[in-house]
């Protein structure tokens, strides 16, 4: 055990987590604080951002918030500069920022769709682009791991924006990995399924299904009949940001019980 924990070692690595304010972002944050990283929070909720940091300081870690819009340009561009700043380098990121919106084709507004990608996929790809950057200029290397969607890998009924800017999320870390592999940057992609957060039974508007339905028609599709928390997918972050993974990069890797292995 004592060697496997030491390989999962992040101790003198600078992260930023992305919607670092709840759920999984926040479980990332805590984990890699747990593992010795120093943390930049950034999310959009102040008092939230503030919790988080506050739950890195006792898990051993130490914090920095920086809150802006993920999506804008301008402030991944910020969020990497003031990352480096505040602790004078940069080491992983944790693409974890994250949007839902459930109905069919029909039923999901133009302005919807465009906030899934917005959150999801074009924030990636910013965060990235300015990271991958500051990684070549420091020459150390970096790493990056993407919160994707299992429903990018396989699809699903009803979320047609969700799934489209998974899917994406999956390309674009595939494609990133290439690019930069010989550079010594590593890109992943994690790929739960459904997960124990606000995420999952939040926007059922649409669908009329109440919290404990959505609950119950999960656990029924997983074959291993239980929901994750989200410290169980922050664990597979840290494997990815970690040494452990040294030789692993390009990978989309699903965290679903066996829910696309049927």
């Known amino acids: 055990m004592s060697g496997r924990s030491s390989v ?3 101790t003198d690595r600078v992260a930023i987590v992305t919607g670092a304010t709840s759920g999984i972002g926040a479980a990332t944050a805590e984990a890699f604080a747990a593992a010795g990283a120093r943390v930049v929070v950034s999310g959009r909720r102040a008092e939230a951002a503030e919790a988080t940091a506050t739950a890195v300081a006792e898990a051993g870690g130490t914090a920095h918030v920086v809150l802006g819009d993920i999506a804008d340009p301008a402030f991944a561009d910020h969020l990497v500069a003031a990352t480096i700043d505040h602790f004078g380098r940069l080491d992983i990121v944790a693409n974890v920022a994250g ?12 302005d919807e769709w465009y906030q899934n990608f917005r959150v999801n996929t074009d924030s990636v790809f910013f965060v990235s682009r300015s990271a991958i950057s500051a990684f070549r200029h420091h020459g150390d290397g970096g790493v990056i791991v993407n919160l994707a969607s299992n429903v990018g890998l396989v699809g699903s009924a ?3 924006a969700y799934c489209a800017s998974k899917g994406a999320v999956v390309l674009l870390t595939k494609a990133m990995a290439l690019d930069h592999a010989a550079e010594g940057i590593r ?3 994690l790929c739960p399924g459904a997960v124990d957060t606000p995420m999952l039974v939040s926007a059922h508007h649409k669908t009329g299904r109440s919290p404990e339905e959505v609950l119950s028609s999960n656990i029924a599709s997983i074959p291993q009949g239980r929901i994750p928390k989200p410290d169980e997918i922050a664990a597979a972050m840290v494997f990815l940001a970690s040494d452990a993974s040294a030789h692993i990069t390009g990978i ?4 679903d019980g066996g829910y696309i292995a049927g």
């Open 187 to 189: 890109i992943n992609a």
């Open 8 to 10: 999962q070692s992040l």
């Open 158 to 160: 009803g979320l047609p």
């Open 99 to 110: 949007t839902i919106t459930r109905g069919d084709a029909t039923e999901t507004t133009d």
């Open 252 to 255: 989309a890797l699903p965290i």
